[in-house]
């Protein structure tokens, strides 16, 4: 079954690189299909023009990996999504999906700002069901029932959590010159998406992530940025943190932390050897890649670097600073009212999910925020698909084999496109 699901992709992806185009008269085997040609000008015609089908392996083996409920609410919440954007097209709010245009810095659209919603709920709901792990080192009767080792670390990562929360404080507003109200506001928000989208790519299984939801947008579409407190001058030195920090979430390591502590408990690691591990590898590519650029950019210049991290990002960044500035943006979208609904959304769901079992996973729900599930969900679909019908008419066994072949899905497609230097997926390259 290994052999099979990497002959799959091995073949498919193989023969798209290597040979389709480079033969004469060879075509590849098409793995996206646009929806575009087909509904134009029907009643579906409002999902022009990025809705598509789009079949990754990776993502169809990683979803066969995950828990069903987790993959059925990936993909039903955006079946929900393209059903309520016909519905505000069809009442005469826009034309087609291109009439809702969000983007990373501070814009909103229906979809994003509802996503967003639901991010600040699930993630608060998780922040306080976690107090008291939080803050058990000024409480540590806390987490007296708890073993001597597991309360000893938790009691270090709460003191290490609230210094460095209150260094990064000032850091921002005494090296940086922000205010200090907006300090703090903003760390709050951002420590509210972050532990949300922890939460969500560590049980998604997610390729990428692009969040259209942020702190800024909170601020404009809550506030509007032409208070004399909010104005967007007012924000430059938080807005250029956070283009360097958060700009790519694709190179988010608080997942796959939450992952390797998974991994730490089930093989029973030791502690100390464990944390001092991870903290030694982070400090060791800080190092190597920090030096890596100051020796290329110094040889090659800075304008024989990558032109995307090098030229169009900075430029970027400074450029809507300019135009937020002189423009002073406001909510034109009624993004706080969609903000709400996604917030009263995600409340109905947990509260609900206790008594109605069938209700989906909020997962789903938060990925509104995240446009490359466009991308993203038919393969998810295909793989919750196969998860099910093995689940429901196999046992472990069964279960056990057909997971071969999925895991040979992705060892294809990583191995071949690894070698070949090529992402597993061009959605990186189009946020859409």
Wanted: charged residues 15%; proline residues 4%; positive net charge.
């Amino acid at each position: 079954m290994f052999w099979a699901g990497l002959a799959v992709s091995l073949g498919i992806v193989g023969w798209n690189q290597y040979i389709a185009g480079r033969v004469p008269g060879i075509k590849g085997i098409p793995l996206k299909w646009y929806w575009g040609p087909f509904i134009e000008g029907s009643i579906l015609d409002g999902l022009r023009p990025w809705t598509r089908f789009h079949i990754i392996f990776t993502l169809i083996g990683l979803t066969f990996l995950i828990p069903s409920r987790i993959s059925y609410s990936l993909w039903s919440f955006h079946v929900l999504y393209m059903l309520q954007l016909l519905i505000i097209v069809w009442l005469g709010y826009g034309v087609n999906e291109g009439s809702f245009p969000a983007d990373w810095y501070t814009g909103l659209n229906f979809r994003t700002a509802e996503g967003g919603g639901a991010l600040i709920v699930f993630a608060a709901v998780i922040l306080w069901k976690c107090r008291k792990y939080i803050f058990c080192g000024f409480r540590p009767g806390a987490v007296a029932e708890l073993e001597k080792p597991e309360r000893r670390e938790l009691r270090v990562a709460s003191w290490l959590f609230v210094l460095g929360s209150a260094a990064l404080v000032l850091i921002l507003n005494q090296g940086m010159g922000a205010n200090i109200f907006h300090c703090i506001l903003y760390y709050l928000l951002m420590l509210v998406v972050t532990i949300g989208l922890i939460r969500a790519v560590a049980e998604g299984g997610f390729l990428a992530l692009r969040c259209y939801f942020g702190p800024f947008h909170v601020i404009r579409s809550v506030f509007g940025m032409n208070h004399t407190w909010s104005l967007p001058t007012l924000l430059v030195p938080l807005f250029i943190f956070h283009s360097a920090m958060f700009w790519s979430y694709r190179t988010f390591i608080a997942p796959a932390m939450a992952n390797a502590l998974k991994i730490r408990d089930k093989l029973r690691m030791r502690r100390l050897g464990f944390h001092g591990a991870v903290a030694a590898a982070i400090v060791c590519a800080l190092a190597v890649g920090l030096l890596a650029h100051i020796v290329t950019s110094y040889s090659v210049s800075a304008d024989g670097m990558n032109y995307w991290f090098y030229r169009h990002v900075p430029l970027n960044i400074f450029t809507n600073l300019k135009n937020f500035g002189i423009q002073k943006p406001v909510d034109v979208a009624s993004g706080k009212w969609w903000m709400l609904a996604g917030g009263l959304a995600m409340v109905a769901l947990l509260y609900f999910r206790r008594h109605v079992f069938w209700l989906p996973h909020p997962i789903g729900l938060i990925m509104f925020v995240n446009p490359i599930m466009n991308a993203y969900w038919f393969s998810i679909l295909i793989g919750w698909i196969f998860k099910s019908l093995v689940s429901k008419y196999g046992n472990k066994d069964v279960y056990a084999r057909f997971r071969c072949f999925f895991i040979g899905l992705i060892i294809g497609e990583v191995v071949l496109k690894g070698l070949s230097g090529l992402p597993l997926d061009d959605v990186w390259l189009w946020e859409r």
